[in-house]
DNA sequence: CGCGCGATTGAGTAATTTCAAATCTAGTGG
DNA sequence: CCACTAGATTTGAAATTACTCAATCGCGCG
């Protein structure tokens, strides 16, 4: 939980009372390697951000071939946040690359503290102003560059998620076939 | 200034009095075809909404071919959200395919207006996470699907969108040349 | 009428995918 | 400790897709 304070209080400032509150709207859950977080089709009522371990968010095509929207490793957040927002069934599904220690907050609950506490409401949103920034950057990279480039950028950005990935999933991260990233030059 | 509140109200409410505040943090811009909103490497204090016209965000690559990462028209926000958000020179240009009529706020004035009204930060807020989620709807489609596909989906989405739009412009929205695209089937 | 720009068409080329086979690696059980 | 298997990665070669470059077409406007 320390960990939480010291991810928001980069954004913003608590109190100890505020921390309190904050805190007391999530609940723990574990899951282990192959373990899903969120199934298509299911209903989607919790955000989670990932304390320990390693995820990915991932849509199935009709061709059976896999796409992966996001990885998601300590201090990140994940959900369907489609289905979240919307109230709609997840369209995408979610399982654990690695064990995961996961802290869940309601929909319900997140939008109680957003009503409620300035701070944390400005908390998400800077957080959503800068996710939505990281993903223009993203398909700035899928219009623009090269599977070479768009390694290269992934590496530079991240070079610790690669170590932890099989190369199978950054393929489909990057938007290429297996065999086109292993043939790349690897830095 | 009274499509601002339908656009506002479409997700809180305001009272006479609060719209009144709103909107005096606004001024209003207007632009020719041809104009730019925002040019690159130059400083990025406003956030933009369309009255009326249209734009393009784009970035231009070393081989000077442009990538565009938005279109807006009315009822849209835009501006460089990169060098917005981190006060940094700005990495896109931003310029008008139609004659434009801007409403103007500044970041100060945004973060003023959140941190003192709840209805407001949250309207942003929810705003952001729909943005989100459009921006990873495209990735997907940038990942999983060929042109013709691309162009479909947009069609279904955005049928007034493309009327306006010269092919060109379209061709680097959706990552292909623009012969690719005029070899489509144009449902 | 003719200019100029955007869109289209054609042909050849480059990049990536696909399919198939070979190699490597980590974990398992004898 | 070693052999064995399943899974992941790499390599090779052919096929596909989209790109590039070039030429042509079509339309609106002065």
Redesign the pocket.
Known sequence: MNKLRQHIEKITTLTDEEFEYVSSMFSTKKLRKHQFLIQEDHEVINDYWVVKGLLKAYHIDE?G?MHILQFAMEDWWISDYQAYNNQTPATIAIDCIEDAELLVISRDNKEKLCSEMHNVANFFRKKSNIGYVALQQRILLLLNK???ERYNRLFQLNPQLLQR???????SYL?????????LS?P
Chains 1, 2 share one sequence.
């Open positions: 061709d071939k090269n599977p070479q990935l099989p190369k199978t999933l950054l393929a938007g290429v076939s297996r065999e086109t990233l292993s043939r690897h």
